[in-house]
């Protein structure tokens, strides 16, 4: 049950992806080009789905278990550090200079589109390199 | 700014957005767990970890959205506007930052702010940020 809700909720966000527009690239780069044409659709599609969201981690939070009996796991950390930042600096230059962030790619990437097949090969291989960083320099940072 | 009315598609995105929501509450409510893309993604890679079926039933989710949307309806064009190899480094930028930041537009944008997550909040802010200077300099200021 657990694997079929998985692919079920899969399924859905991709579709949500492809009918707001977020799967096409151009789209994503009109909403980041603020001092250009400025296309603010994508700020619906944010909205939308974080009106929902709300009303779902708000049950989720009062739940010990999950409903098909999963243990509930949310994240714990709340600290803002480097980590955090320039992480998330990395990834936004990348989302500006693709117009793909990792949902949409992976649609796109299911559908066949060959400029898709090669972000996201580019995008796992990025993912490889973080890990191999990790655990090279793993323990020379002290933890929280 | 200019308001690009010609590719306002506020309907469209708030559905499409309404999904994700969607999407989101049904893996939290079931599964127990967050649908951060890049989270999800990262776990499957990681060959140690025990919990990757579920992971991979998600990400087929995504690959067979575009399917699945076919028989509906056909599916709207995708402009990639990105070279190659520009695509290439979008991709190492976009996998590196987010397995750093621990969450992309999903995790952070939609569940992170559902859950009213400050620490997201600050991921959100800075990835947008980045975002919106990546196509203003490249665009505007390289005229790419």
């Excluded at chain 2, 537009?105 to 400050?118: A, F, I, M, N, Q």
């Amino acid at each position: 049950m657990l694997i079929l809700n998985a692919l079920l909720a899969g399924l859905i966000f991709g579709v949500g992806l492809i009918v707001s527009g977020m799967a096409n690239p151009a789209k994503v780069q009109g909403f980041l080009d603020l001092a250009g044409n400025w296309d603010p659709s994508l700020a619906f599609v944010m909205g939308g789905a974080i009106a929902i969201g709300v009303v779902g981690f708000a049950i989720a939070r009062r739940l010990k278990r999950s409903v098909l009996g999963a243990p509930m796991s949310l994240p714990k950390a709340t600290r803002i550090d480097r980590r955090l930042l320039a992480g998330s600096a990395l990834f936004g230059a990348g989302w500006g200079l693709a117009g793909f962030c990792p949902g949409p790619a992976l649609v796109s990437a299911g559908s066949g589109e060959p400029k898709a097949v090669l972000f996201v090969a580019a995008m796992l291989v990025g993912m490889q390199i973080f890990s191999l960083l990790e655990r090279r320099f793993a323990g020379t940072e002290k933890p929280a | 700014m200019n308001i690009d009315l010609a590719h306002f598609t506020p309907f469209p995105s708030l559905v499409g957005g309404l999904l994700i929501g969607f999407s989101a509450a049904l893996l939290v409510l079931g599964n127990g767990r967050v649908a951060g893309i890049s989270g999800i993604l990262g776990g499957l890679l990681d060959t140690t970890s025990r919990d990757r079926l579920w992971r991979a039933a998600f990400v087929l989710g995504l690959f067979a959205a575009p399917w699945a949307f076919k028989f509906f309806a056909s599916l709207p064009a995708v402009t990639i506007a990105a070279s190659p190899p520009v695509l290439i480094v979008a991709g190492l930028l976009v996998g590196i930052g987010t397995r750093y930041a621990s969450g992309c537009t999903s995790g952070h944008g939609v569940c992170g702010l559902s859950r009213g997550s400050v620490r997201s909040l600050a991921a959100t802010a800075t990835f947008m940020a980045a975002g919106f200077l990546t196509v203003f300099v490249t665009r505007h200021l390289l005229g790419l």
